[in-house]
């Protein structure tokens, strides 16, 4: 059964999975997936804004309050006891003392200490008009994190309902930051981008919870790389394969970057892909395709180290490949339609197993 009541107090909160029993504590108003990660609880989420699905469960026991009931997340046909627990909030415990819930899939016991997320303040520092609705934000941090390449946050805008879900531009340096680089694409009707494209927004303050996400790169990784991205998942694409050239990686081993773009004006200048063409290493290969057929590369696009394809990402990449294409580790991140191409084309025809494609979804 699930309800609003007012008045919620501290809960204790079990998320039972296949792999065991996930325990924490919620404190009132805090949606049930940002309690878990920020206590260490080992429960699965994707863009851990409404949208994926990945971390909803069925109350078994207790209420919840749904903070968004029309999330796309539940489905086409929710079950009346469905919780996303990413927007979902403790209400009562059940006859137990406890709010229980199921999971679909698995869950564990407690992430390590160093893996937990946390909710802290932060102000717009700057915003940079970088491409035809595309922008790039300095954050500075109240506290300073760690978090691997290909990483995210979750951030929360004063007068608007629920979070933003950003992937963090940079590798995160040896050393904490406090200090952070977005690229957010204009979305239309999109509140949150619609203010980030204000004037009145650099300056302001906002919440991050955060660092969030599971595609990320491994400095230890034996393998060939390859990252596809598009939209706003050029800021995950700088993050991977920044990470990787930090490492070095592409002076043992091969990448290739593929950025999808409909026309040159979507991203004004080429200077941040031809800095990492000129440090990667030998074995980095980067493309611009670019899908709008009209396109006219203008003269400031020739980079040293970055070439120029018409047609569409998944297909520059397909050619681009050429053959190349056992013990590679793959990422994606843009539109959920760049991503379906792009993986059909590595499990189909590169024959890459599912578990070797780390996608990151921009809805």
């Given amino acids: 059964m699930l309800t609003s009541v007012v008045n919620r107090r501290a809960v204790a909160v079990n998320v039972k999975g296949r792999s065991g029993t996930a325990t924490f504590t919620t404190v009132p108003g805090e949606n049930l997936l ?3 990660l920020r206590q ?9 804004s409404g949208t994926c699905g990945l971390c909803k469960a069925r109350v078994t026991s207790g209420r919840v309050e749904l903070l968004w009931p029309e999330a796309p997340g539940y489905g086409k046909k929710p079950r009346a006891d469905d919780a996303l627990l990413c927007q979902s909030a403790a209400e009562a415990p059940g006859d137990h003392g406890t709010l229980d819930l199921t999971l679909g899939g698995a869950s564990g016991a407690l992430a390590p200490p160093g893996a937990r997320a946390g909710r802290f303040g932060a102000r717009i520092l700057r915003i940079d008009l970088i491409g035809d609705g595309l922008i790039e934000i300095e954050l500075g941090l109240d506290r300073p994190i760690r978090y691997a390449a290909g990483q995210f946050g979750l ?8 979070g933003r879900a950003f992937s963090f531009a940079t590798p995160s340096p040896d050393t904490e930051s406090e200090r ?3 690229v957010v694409k204009r979305k239309p009707d999109g509140p949150a981008t619609e203010f980030l494209f204000t004037r009145s927004a650099p300056g302001s303050r906002l919440e991050m919870f955060g660092p969030l996400g599971h595609a990320t790169f491994d400095p230890g990784c034996g393998q060939d790389l390859i990252c596809v991205v598009g939209g706003s998942g050029i800021s995950f694409g700088l993050s991977v394969m920044g990470g990787a050239t930090l490492a070095d990686h592409f002076n043992t081993h091969r990448g290739l970057l593929v950025v999808g773009l409909r026309r040159p004006s979507d991203l004004a200048s080429l200077a941040p892909f031809g800095a990492m063409a000129e440090t990667a290493g030998p074995g980095l290969r980067i493309i611009i395709a670019l899908s709008d057929e009209d396109s006219a590369p203008p003269e400031g696009w020739i980079v040293p180290g970055v070439e120029v394809m018409r047609g569409f ?3 520059a990449m397909h050619t681009a490949m050429a053959g190349h294409c ?3 580790m ?3 991140a843009g539109p959920p339609p760049m991503i379906q191409a792009v993986q059909r084309v590595l499990l189909l025809e590169a024959k890459l ?11």
């Fill in 313 to 315: 990402a998944h297909d």
């Fill in 353 to 363: 197993p599912a578990g070797n494609i780390l996608c990151d979804t921009f809805y």
């Fill in 330 to 332: 793959a990422y994606v």
């Fill in 180 to 182: 952070v680089l977005l």
């Fill in 155 to 162: 951030f929360y805008f004063p007068g608007i309902a629920g």
């Fill in 326 to 328: 056992a013990d590679l």
């Fill in 34 to 36: 940002e309690a878990a």
């Fill in 40 to 48: 260490g609880a080992d429960v699965p989420y994707g863009c851990a």
